[in-house]
Nanobody, 126 residues
Framework: QVQLVESGGGLVQPGGSLRLSCAAS????????IGWFRQAPGKEREGVSC????????RYADSVKGRFTISRDNAKNTVYLQMNSLKPEDTAVYYC???????????????????WGKGTLVTVSS
């Protein structure tokens, strides 16, 4: 009954911004890791960013560091990914993901995901 519903994807020009949202429901653990993966056509899925609900620590891929910001609204059980200064190479399907371990690092160790969203498409093109 766990559901992760992503929203906010779309078409933007290079240099533009988008904010992705992931609403979680049916998950009762207090401490876990939630964040984002992405997959472009012909490429492997990669970890983009994640946040731990135990201490709020965050992780970012080098390719998005300084441009993307992950945050969480505990009251709404929602995680956000603010994406600024978007580049064509950011084009991908972005997936929300939860790991039961609050110490997971999606960037360095892209495994151990327990729940996946269906994804939302981000296209950066002029």
């Amino acid at each position: 009954q766990v559901q992760l519903v992503e929203s906010g994807g779309g078409l933007v020009q290079p240099g533009g911004s988008l904010r992705l949202s992931c609403a979680a429901s049916g998950f009762t653990l207090d401490y876990y890791t939630i964040g984002w993966f992405r997959q472009a056509p012909g490429k492997e899925r990669e970890g983009v960013s994640c946040i731990s609900t135990s201490d709020g620590s965050t992780r970012y891929a080098d390719s998005v560091k300084g441009r993307f910001t992950i945050s969480r609204d505990n009251a709404k059980n929602t995680v956000y990914l603010q994406m600024n200064s978007l580049k064509p190479e950011d084009t991908a399907v972005y997936y929300c993901a939860i790991s039961r371990s609050p110490g997971s690092d999606y960037v360095r160790r892209p495994y151990g995901v327990d729940y996946w969203g269906k994804g939302t498409l981000v296209t950066v093109s002029s």
